[in-house]
């Protein structure tokens, strides 16, 4: 026996490296796990790198608005250029600030009409894989995140939290395939399920009747039914339904009433106490 | 060493890349960085420490995606036992070899991916839809692979390949 180990111990390695974590995940059916100690000092690692990662960014990217200022200036007005240069790089800076003040001041009401602790969290980093719809924040367990948390901005839902680690969070965005949400029609007060279409950019009305009264532009909100999301927050539009011929249900889209691929700041909801929450970005 | 090292590179590259994507706002594709580092290996280091190696790499994607199932380390071992296999076959030691090599292991990832996870998934019509990215995932794939090679080279020069016995 030990000496069969000791033969094929390269190929029983490597087979091994592929069947272990292949049964985990046929047998957890694609859900993630707990983060275990690797995991966690991985994020550890990461998450700081990530924060400081999207300041150096994110001051790039100012950078780089500035001079693209400049250019227009000097080609209008070349005699001003130096002049022009100083004044929009300032303005840059104060637009930036101002943008950022007045979203931090959105949240920030958002937060004070809510009935419980929330908590603002800024977005470090799309995570890697395209298969995952998914976001990392820079508040974790520590500021008391915790699995299965709303996530939301004053617009409307993005998500909810799939892990949470001492320092950071992961989000689930609800365009991902997995993610449901109990939702209603504001206008006719039809129920459905909101589910992520998987191509990054619309979500799918599910299980409404043919019947039902929905059309082009009908506002959905959340029905509060999936134990997850609060009562009328708003989902999105709806954008393209279709009664097929054969079939109980409908087919609709759902266009997102966050742009959810340029979300910096974001308020993590309790998980508990939020049916009676009503404020703004709230129906 | 040279598996830390480049164990290390993916880390950090996988950070830059979750900022980039946020700061850039591609929401659909990536750049799969973690490949093309697996597929330098495959064609430069030996087969236990290489798969080693792609297994730890593989570990951080699967860490990053937010829902750690298993399903990247698996693969990335995978991919690195293909891409040694077809390093037969085809020049992947060339930068224009590899940045090819990478993108077409890209490919193969994104479809057995995608594959593993329409199985298991409750919403399989919806992972169809995330295959529309591949094209360009393995494209921007392909050229940060020719821009790390040099890179990589320095970090894993090796010149021998002990295929043959289990590759």
Redesign the interface.
Known sequence: MFSFLNRYR??L??GA??????????S??????E?NF??RA??G??SP??SA??GV??GL?STVNGYVALRGAHEAANQCRAELAQTQAELNTLTEARAENQRLKEVLSFAEASSGPSIVAR??????????Q???IDRGEAQGVRVGMPVVTPKGVVGQV??AVAGSA???VM?D??SRIGALVQRTRVRGTV???????KM?LDFVRREDDITDGDVVVTAGTDGIYPRGLVVGTVKGVSRPTVGLFLVGQVEPAVD???VEEVLVLPAVELSAMRGPGLR | MKGVLLTALALVLLSIEAVLVKTFGFEVTRIDVTIAIIVFMAVRSKTIEGSLTAFAIGYLLDVFTGRPSGLYPALAVLVFLLARAAAQLLDGKSRLGYALFAAGATVGHSLVAFLLMWLTSKNADGRVLSLTAVPLQALLTGVTAALLFPLLSKIEPGERVDVGRYA
């Open positions: 390269e190929p390695l490597v490296l592929i069947i272990v974590p292949l049964i985990s995940f046929l957890r059916g694609g859900r993630g796990r983060p690797v995991d991985v994020l690692l990461s790198l990530q990662l999207t960014f994110g990217s977005v470090i980093g799309l995570n890697a894989s395209p298969q995952f998914s976001f990392r799939v892990r992961d989000v689930m365009l395939p997995q589910v992520g279409a998987g191509d990054g950019q799918l959810l691929g340029r």
